[in-house]
């Protein structure tokens, strides 16, 4: 399987017999809106052509609406509980790291010093992915139409997403787990009772 869960044999058959590989909803939605398939609807009596076109612009606003969620939930969970998680286990390692260096200067400090400067790094990426994921969930309220905005969650929301997701997941492995603010993947799979 590729990165995007389809195997390449999936892929490369469904080019051979010309079938699309539409991999996001704002991809395939505007097929809705073809001719050939408004004429079936029209044809078979399933839809009209305004019963179509509302149900393309409702599925645009579904899709925006729960992309939207997403962002202001990440936002929420980075601002609210990871990132004052990941500063806390940054101050204790820092704090280590300065009694280890008051007691003798032989004493090796650099798993605390390679851990505090790798959290720091990650953190800022993170925060700042959250700042940027803030300015652009504002961006996309001005977008009148519903498939602009579908595409402007595709083009530039999700892969700030995504990054911010690279982030904390590189974060959540590198925070002991009493600093860290949930569950581990370990925890919810083994945990359960």
Known sequence: FDGDGYSDDWVKEAEKRGLLNLKTTPDALPYMLHEKNIELYKRHKVYSEAEIKAHYEIKNEKYCKYLNIEVLTMIDMAKKDILP??????????????????????IDITYEEELVKKLS????????????????????????????AA???KYNIIPVMNSLRA???????????EHWCYPSYGELLFSVR
Do not use: G, W
């Open 167 to 177: 982030a904390v997941d590189e974060m959540e492995t590198l925070c002991s787990s």
């Open 85 to 106: 998680c990941v500063s806390r286990n940054i101050h204790e390692l820092a704090d280590t790291l300065l009694a280890k260096r008051a007691v003798c200067d032989c």
């Open 151 to 153: 595409c402007f969650y």
């Open 121 to 148: 790094a990650l953190s800022a990426k993170a925060f700042a992915d959250v700042k940027e994921l803030e300015e652009l969930s504002k961006k996309v309220k001005e977008i009148e139409e519903s498939d602009a």
